[in-house]
């Protein structure tokens, strides 16, 4: 999916089918669906954390930039990148 083509205005939330949440066992934030699971990496999981469909994808880039500093131009684009990855997948909707 074309990252441009998201708008940066649009607050993505996680898809009704998914459940998103930190599983102590797998030592990582996963996404529950009716077949089974996936286990997310650390990134992933920070930007679904903030998928809350109250913030646009802009607060979203700006939050992880605040909370990890030193990296902006690559925490944007691959925000941007992940939103457009999860929503072509269907873990997000806009």
Not at 37 to 62: M, Q, S, W, Y
Not at 73 to 78: F, K, L, R, S, Y
Request: hydrophobic share 45%; aromatic share 8%.
């Amino acid at each position: 999916m074309d990252t441009d083509a998201i708008d940066p205005q649009a607050c993505p939330r996680l898809s009704p089918h998914f459940v998103f949440r930190w599983e102590a066992s797998q030592d990582s934030y996963i996404l529950l669906y009716p077949e089974g699971l996936i286990k997310l990496n650390p990134t992933a999981g920070e930007i679904l954390k903030r998928c809350d469909g109250r913030r646009t994808v802009n607060d979203i880039v700006a939050d992880l930039q605040a909370a990890f500093p030193g990296a902006e131009a690559q925490i944007a684009d691959g925000t941007r990148a992940f939103i457009a990855v999860a929503q072509d997948k269907g873990w997000l909707s806009a």
